[in-house]
Structures are given as C-alpha cells and as structure tokens.
DNA sequence: CATCAGGGCCCTG
DNA sequence: CAGGGCCCTGAT
C-alpha cells in the first residue's frame, strides 16, 4: 500500500519575502506537532508540496547577504520540472508560509509594549504559517482532537505509513499526505484498524468534501471574508470552533482570530499576562481585546512562539506542567 | 488491577 | 446551552 518515489530531478527558486522577514521565526515552528510530513535538519527544511494533482519535494534554506534575506527553494521530482511547476511551487509556499504579508503596522505599534518588546525584538517578521494543504492540515486538527501529543504522532505515522506517499530526495525521507480520493471510500474499520478510533468517520468524511469538490482550498484562498470561510469550515463533519480558529489563523492569516481560549493555551495566557494559572478565559479575552485589537492573535502567536523557543533552551517550570507529550 | 483525562466535536434533551 | 459519549493510551 506505502508508495515510495525517488525525486531525482531538481530546480532551485529563490524568493524574496516582503520585508521584515524572520526565517527562523517563519518556518520553523517549535509550538507545531512533530511528524514525518516535516523534517528540520541544519537550519534546512524538508517537506512535501502538492499542487494541483503533482507531489514535489522541497528543501527550503535561508539565502541571505548582508542586507536582505531571501529564501531558497530547491525543488525536487521524480518528473522533469517546467517553468509553470517552478511557480506554482513558488507560489504555493508563498501562500503556506505568509510570505507576501505585511506586518510592519503590528511590529511598530507594539515594539515597546512591555510583553511584546521581547518576542518582537527577537523574532520581528516572523510570520504565522503552516507546512500543509488546508486538507493536510484538517487531517492534523483531527487526529489532534481528543488526544495527547504522544497520540496523535502515534495516529498520524500509522495513517502515513498506509495512505501516504514517501518521498525520497537530498538524502532525506518526508512523507505527503494522501489524497482524500485515495482514503474516502477506505472502510471504517480499516481507519479504525489504525487506532485513530472515533475519527475514522471524521477522516473520511473530510476526504469525501474534498474529493467531490463540495469544499476546495483554493475557492477558499480567494474569499476574504473571513465568517464565510468560518462557516464553510464549520460545515465540515468534525470541524468545531478549535479547528477553525488554528485553520484561520495559520492557513488563512486572519490576525484577530479568536474566539475562544482553549484549556492549555488559556492555562498559558493566563500565566504570561497575570502570573497566574487560572485566570478565566472570559477576563483573559477582554484584555487581549483591549490591549492588542485586530492583532491579538498575532500578538500571542508571537509570545508563543517566543515561549516555546526559550523553552529549548532553558527550562520553564509552569509551562513543563503545561504541555504534556 | 481500575480509573481517568487528553492540544474536540457531535448529538441529545 | 449543558453534558454525556466517543477510540485509545499512558499516567496514576
């Protein structure tokens, strides 16, 4: 069942980010889950690219003299590469990762905001972004769903190492995530089989809205407003108000999106913004309000991220108790 | 050994 | 709108 390509054939790409660009900051994202679809080695990254129905393999880098910071894009393929797969490569990543955005407006109005100053000083430009497709990404949401981390990595290497595609290039393997016509029509207990439970249904109910064109990422990419992509989401089997605040906020890059505090991540807000553990949600959302408007998401992607970095290097006793894996 | 909660969501009342 | 149930696991 596992398919295994070798990518032989390679082009290089370099893009220019809008600036400020943080690369680090931008690409690799320590608060997102581990997994085979994403593989950070020396400052590099690797994963897989799908666009339209062609699977590539990526290798981005940082490529910067002294004054500006561009990104290296070198692509891989089991097919020669043509000058239209180059850009829509080119563009896609530029979508994941957020590269054309401008954030300067945030970066300025709180670059001496006692909690921001920090983050903003250390990571200015980073963008918020995500590795995967909107379908990749729904099949992450899900299997995170009800679950500890240790799980869903369980889940998601099982269900990559039956439908996935692995792909092999600059001496690394990354998988791709199936295609939703490949798992839709799978039994349910054969989903099952891989124990990701109650979310077999989930899994191939997602596929099916995919596969029949019922919901297409790219309708949704061109749509701006942002409540019409939320009940689009919202209709999907298994999507709720979590899934869709990480999806409008990573995939679609709405700055304000948040509706409400999860548990953990609210354990956590309550710590950075009172030095407290418990504050309700409920006070913690009007003070984002109050303090950060239409950029609160952004402003607390930006302590999070910040958190997690330093949590690499120093240990952080409250936030050890936080986060179990 | 049993019990429980976990980085949600659906469904019912 | 509140609360039970869902799959499975590791922690207790």
Request: charged letters at 35%; a positive charge.
């Amino acid at each position: 069942m596992n398919k295994t390509m070798e990518l032989r054939k390679k082009k290089t790409v370099c893009i220019k980010p809008s600036t400020p660009f943080n690369f680090e900051g931008t690409f690799f994202k320590p608060s997102h889950f581990p997994s085979k679809l994403v593989v950070c080695d020396n400052r590099k990254l690797y994963q897989a690219v799908e666009v339209g129905n062609k699977v590539f393999g990526v290798v981005i880098s940082e490529k910067s003299d002294s004054v500006h910071s561009a990104v290296k894009v070198e692509i891989f393929s089991k097919n020669n590469i043509t000058e239209k797969d180059i850009k829509s490569v080119e563009s896609e990543i530029r979508i994941r990762y957020n590269l054309d955005e401008d954030i300067k407006e945030f970066l300025k109005k709180f670059r001496s905001d006692k909690l921001l100053s920090g983050p903003v000083n250390r990571w200015g430009g980073m963008r918020p972004s995500i590795a995967y497709s909107l379908y990749g990404f729904l099949m992450v949401t899900t299997v995170l769903q009800n679950a500890t981390v240790r799980r869903t990595v369980q889940m998601m290497d099982n269900l990559l190492n039956e439908f996935g595609i692995k792909l092999i290039f600059a001496n690394k393997e990354v998988y791709a995530v199936w295609k939703p016509e490949d798992i839709e029509k799978v039994e349910e207990d054969k989903l099952r089989e891989l124990r990701v439970g109650y979310r077999a249904k989930i899994i191939k109910k997602i596929s099916h809205a995919f596969a029949s064109g019922e919901i297409s990422e790219n309708e949704l990419r061109v749509m701006k407003d942002k409540e019409e992509i939320k009940k689009r989401l919202l209709k999907l089997y298994g999507v709720g108000p979590q899934s869709v605040s990480y999806i409008l906020f990573e995939a679609f890059h709405f700055y304000d999106t948040l509706d409400h505090l999860s548990p953990w991540e609210g354990k956590i807000v309550s710590m950075l913004l009172y030095n407290k553990k418990t504050v309700e949600p409920k006070r913690i959302m009007k003070r984002v309000e109050k303090r950060w408007g239409k950029w609160k998401m952004l402003a607390l992607h930006y302590l999070f991220e910040d958190l997690f970095w330093r949590r690499k290097n120093e240990h952080i006793e409250w936030l050890e108790e936080e986060i179990r894996d």
